[in-house]
């Protein structure tokens, strides 16, 4: 089993940064493919990025392409998405996910059925 604990969301302005968290337990992260998605009111899940379990592989959502970078530290056991240039279409809850490695994980990332462990979610708000 592996449990997923999102931190770092809250409020920001448009054009601003953040960088959320997600510290795993029960497993080490370092054997899994990693993803972020993101879901807002009336919306369904959205993917945001991925990477493998190597950290060599990195994979983004059409939307977030240039301005969010996902990384991981393996030693941490933890997952990061650095979240620039903000913008109010970003605003949502985003929760972070595990997979077990796999074949053809590049060709699988962005799909929520790909991923067998979900965390609570933390909300992020952009402000206009």
């Known amino acids: 089993q592996v449990q997923l604990v999102e931190s770092g969301g809250g409020l920001v302005q448009v054009g601003g940064s953040l960088r959320l968290s997600c510290e795993a337990s029960?497993?080490?992260?370092?054997?899994?493919?990693m993803g972020w998605f993101r879901q807002a009111p009336g919306h369904e899940r959205e993917f945001v990025a991925a990477?493998?379990?190597?950290?060599?592989?990195?994979y983004y959502g059409d939307s977030v392409k240039g301005r969010f970078t996902i990384s991981r530290d393996n030693a941490k056991n933890t997952v990061f998405l650095q979240m620039n240039s903000l913008k109010p279409e970003d605003a949502a809850i985003y929760y972070c996910?595990?997979?077990?490695?796999?074949?053809?994980?590049?060709?699988?990332?962005?799909?929520?059925?790909?991923?067998?462990?979900w965390g609570q979610g933390t909300q992020v708000t952009v402000s206009s």
């Open positions: 996910a595990a997979a077990a490695a796999r074949t053809y994980y590049n060709r699988r990332y962005a799909y929520a059925a790909e991923y067998d462990h």
């Open positions: 029960g497993r080490t992260v370092a054997t899994y493919n």
């Open positions: 990477t493998s379990w190597t950290g060599e592989g990195t």
